[in-house]
């Protein structure tokens, strides 16, 4: 991997993937304007009966049950690219992620974030488990690209200021070594010239087969 190419704005998935990915950009298109709009009663009524119709009409087709089942439908693409379209977090693929890029460096990894109002907590800002959640997963994709998959251990994060919505804020995670079996990893939001979290996680290695994924 190199630092000149996003490892999760990748183009050339072929076109499931860039049509899931367009799928999931209008799905949070959609929950911004539900927040945002001002909408009338009578609206939200019709729009509430039009999106269980929806929802209904997905109901019919295959359902996937976690991302190991999608693993088995499309034993083509593997378990990293998979996580990479759906985890919770930062998934290209997911409904309810953050805009967020990265690349990935020798032991680091860094990026920008930009969260709209649909992750508001205080007033004009993010909240603060999103701000949490967004550590912890740029923290484990760190450890990742060491070639050690592992789990968090513990988490510690400091809010120092509160975290803008729709600004640009840039992320970054570095990784120590500090046993066979242990990572601590550091990393921290900034706005600017001003940093309004940081954390640190140790993390521990695991056998990838524990949740039934073969070693690449």
Not at 23 to 48: C, F, G, M, T, V
Not at 49 to 55: F, N, Q
Not at 106 to 130: D, N
């Amino acid at each position: 991997m190199t630092s000149s190419e996003p490892d999760n704005t990748d183009s050339t998935g072929g076109p499931y993937w860039r049509a899931r990915r367009q799928l999931a950009l209008a799905a949070r298109q959609l929950n911004e304007s539900l927040i945002s709009a001002d909408i009338p009663p009578e609206q939200a009524l019709e729009l509430s009966d039009e999106l269980s119709r929806l929802a209904a009409s997905l109901s019919d087709l295959p359902q996937v049950s976690g991302l190991m089942d999608m693993v088995g439908r499309r034993p083509q693409d593997g378990i990293d690219t998979i996580m990479g379209e759906f985890v919770a977090m930062a998934g290209r693929s997911h409904p309810c992620s953050p805009d967020l890029t990265w690349h990935a460096e020798p032991h680091q990894i860094r990026g920008t974030v930009t969260f709209s109002q649909a992750f508001e907590g205080p007033p004009g800002h993010v909240h603060g488990g999103w701000v949490a959640g967004i550590l912890d997963h740029l923290m484990g994709m760190t450890h990742v690209h060491m070639g050690q998959p592992g789990m968090t251990s513990g988490l510690t994060v400091r809010y120092l200021r509160p975290t803008p919505l729709r600004q640009i804020i840039a992320i970054s995670a570095v990784a120590e070594e500090l046993d066979e079996r242990r990572t601590e990893v550091k990393a921290e939001m900034r706005c600017g010239e001003t940093i309004t979290a940081t954390a640190s996680a140790i993390f521990v290695r695991v056998d990838r087969a524990r949740f039934g994924i073969e070693s690449p």
